[in-house]
């Protein structure tokens, strides 16, 4: 190793800085360390040369000697005189980088402690009407409580769980391997709790130590006016029970509404198609017109064409937790008629004559249709 490039083991150019060899280290030793590599010997020797190398060049004297004369034999050993230890120390943090993939060195979150329950989600399917004024809703949930024997314990009653004397109630321990390159330290989920810090010697008759049961529980839901599909109520305190003390979940509600037969929503308001013929279009009408809260009558002016949109103020859907609703709009859609009788026919020819308008007729006694014959489809 001694006649090795240190600098082309780490990747770098001679006179690379402190930081730049640093960086390079941290990247090679995550990439070659033992512990990510178990058995591959490549991978071992490799993770010794760039210790080594990195022993060297993050030595300022050792640094300088080696630039000046090329050599790392410092003191008549191949491994130029330091001990085979990792100081981790000096790397500046070092231990976080091998924390991903070694499970920390002397330290990490204690587990054990309190952890909050888990979030739970019901789809909760509503008819339009619902939607539009609210409703109360009595849904079931099932889901993981404290057992209601021993407390949540996990213990039978009269006795308490001890703390495990493996770990000292932090669920962790800490783990040395004595590797060449020195001794290395990680820390892992205990064996012998699980990783609960906990030891129960006498477990609860109906949860079986476990602390937690699966209960159905019976819940009333208390849905706002004006909710639409895609909505989320959220029930708090009422998800899974925690651990070891810890709070509950939520629950979260998510609304689904089916779509009326009548009524299409935007928003807040409401649209509705409402049909007159081109009489009572022509000549003004007062139509029926359902709402949400019942009908109403509505006078159509004369001479309204098909499309025009009418509102009818406040019979739309409730603001969700506020006040005032939307609109309701009604869209006029004409009938144009597709047949018509005789008597019809003549009406209308009468209608036009009045207004000035001129048609064709047979005058030619070719078979040629004038233009109330391709309107109304006379033969």
Known sequence: MAKKDYYEVLGLEKGASDDEIKKAFRKLAIKYHPDKNPGDKKAEESFKEINEAYQVLSDPQKKAQYDQFGTADFNGNGFGGFDGGFDFSEMGGFGDIFESFFGGFGGGRKKGGPERGADLEYNLNLTFEEAVFGVEKEISVTKSENCETCRGTGAKPGTSPRTCDKCNGSGQIRVQRNTPLGSFVSTTTCDKCGGKGKIIDTPCNDCHGRGKQRKNRKIKVSVPAGVDSGNIIPLRGQGEHGNNGGPPGDLYIRISVAPSKVFKRKGFDIYIDSNISMAKAALGTEITVPTVDGDVKYSVPAGTQSGTLFRLRGK????????????????????????????????????????????????????????????????
Do not use: C, W
């Open 316 to 379: 739309g859907v409730p603001r969700v937790n506020s006040t005032g609703r939307g609109d309701q709009y009604v869209n006029i859609v004409v009938d144009i008629p597709k047949s018509l009788n005789e008597k019809q026919k003549e009406a209308l020819k009468l209608f036009m004559e009045a207004s000035g308008e001129e048609f064709e007729d047979h005058k030619d006694g070719k078979d040629k249709k004038g233009f109330m014959d391709k309107i109304f489809g006379n033969k």
